[in-house]
């Protein structure tokens, strides 16, 4: 059964850290570019943090640019994403997505698998 994980979410106070895993079943994430999504409450879905599974990047949407690492954890499967500094826009649901492509891209479309996502609340 192929599935893929997003956990790691809860509530933060303004300035404060926290780390969102991705996780796979299944299937080998060190394959995949893994990308991270989020969408706030009344706004579409947007594209984040990108790891390819080629020799580039990781990107980072300029929204959480310097604020934002995504990392892989290859001997757990996984796909971290760190965050820092968090601010109340930062408030969404986190998803991540894994696609065969060997390059980062911000459509959504090309992602075979998504987690179910992780609430993430910046709030005091």
């Known amino acids: 059964d192929v599935q893929l994980q997003a956990s790691g979410g809860g509530l933060v106070q303004p300035g404060g850290s926290l780390s969102l895993s991705c996780s796979a079943s299944?299937?080998?994430?060190?394959?995949?570019?893994i990308a991270w999504f989020r969408q706030a409450p009344g706004r579409k879905r947007e594209w984040i943090s990108c790891?390819?599974?080629?020799?580039?990047?990781?990107f980072h949407a300029n929204s959480v640019k310097g604020r934002f690492t995504i990392f892989r954890d290859n001997a757990k499967n996984s796909v971290r994403l760190q965050m820092t500094n968090l601010k109340q826009d930062d408030t969404a649901v986190y998803y991540c997505?894994?696609?065969?492509?060997?390059?980062?891209?911000?459509?959504?479309?090309?992602?075979?698998?998504w987690g179910q996502g992780t609430l993430v609340t910046v709030s005091s």
């Open positions: 790891t390819s599974n080629g020799n580039v990047g990781p």
């Open positions: 299944g299937f080998t994430l060190e394959a995949y570019s």
């Open positions: 997505a894994a696609t065969t492509l060997e390059y980062c891209v911000v459509e959504e479309h090309v992602y075979d698998y």
